[in-house]
């Protein structure tokens, strides 16, 4: 069963306009991940927060996780073209053992 | 380092047909896995490895098999093959045990059964 939902399922927006992602979870986790799949290719890890943590930040990319209601969003400033990809969230639990879970995705689309 | 790999790049079986998918890592990870992914759905894990000699299974194992008989290869195989098995196949690979772990994948084997 997927642990992560993610919404929206696409987003199509110019460059240089901000693109926001949202996650949600069903059960308690030990840290929320994020994932970038470039068309044709396999996913590339992005940003990790840990449940102790509300925000992080790394480049262009901030991540939220409010545990309380169990989500977590992405967002990317000033988007370029080389944005456009599918971003995946994955949950990891200690029960789990080191598996990740992971939602549907968002497929994002950056035009020029 | 060439990270992930996978072996091979596509395939299309017929009906029945076995095969085995090769992964390998070089950065002498301890967790390997394997994941399906289907149109409009995330990652799916299929089995997974905590150590040399150890596999287990994760969410929709049935259908398949895996071995991990070296540290830096794991084997994921197809007893017989059917049309719902079509899919791109992932590796992926972590450090293990930390809880707080990054996977790293390989770029995907794309699979068609006729």
């Known amino acids: 069963s997927q642990q992560g939902e993610e919404d929206p399922q696409a987003l199509s927006i110019q460059e240089g306009e901000n693109a926001t992602m949202n996650c949600s979870y069903k059960?308690?986790?030990?840290?929320l991940q994020w994932y970038r799949q470039n068309s044709g290719r396999g996913l590339v890890h992005l940003i990790l927060?840990?449940?102790?943590?509300r925000e992080k930040h790394s480049g262009r990319l901030r991540v939220t996780l409010d545990t309380s209601k169990k989500s977590s969003s992405l967002l990317i400033t000033a988007s370029r073209a080389a944005d456009t990809a599918s971003y995946f969230c994955?949950?990891?639990?200690?029960?789990?053992?080191?598996?990740?879970?992971f939602g549907q995705g968002t497929e994002l689309s950056v035009k020029p | 380092n060439a990270g992930v790999t996978q072996t091979p790049k596509f395939r299309v079986l017929k009906t029945g047909q076995s095969m085995t998918l090769l992964c390998a890592q070089d950065?002498?990870?301890?967790?390997m896995y394997w994941y399906r992914q289907d149109p409009g759905m995330g990652l799916r894990l299929i089995h997974y490895?905590?150590?040399?000699?150890?596999?287990a299974k994760g969410e929709v194992p049935d259908g398949y098999n895996v071995s991990r008989l070296k540290k830096q290869n794991f084997l994921l195989g197809l007893e017989s093959a059917a049309p719902s098995q079509t899919s791109v196949y992932f590796c992926?690979?972590?450090?293990?045990?930390?809880?707080?772990?990054?996977?790293?994948f390989g770029p995907g084997t794309r699979l068609t059964v006729l």
């Open positions: 994955a949950t990891e639990r200690w029960s789990q053992g080191g598996k990740l879970i």
């Open positions: 059960t308690s986790i030990n840290n």
């Open positions: 992926a690979s972590s450090p293990g045990g930390t809880g707080y772990d990054e996977q790293f």
């Open positions: 490895s905590v150590g040399e000699g150890t596999t």
């Open positions: 927060i840990r449940s102790n943590e």
């Open positions: 950065m002498n990870h301890e967790y």
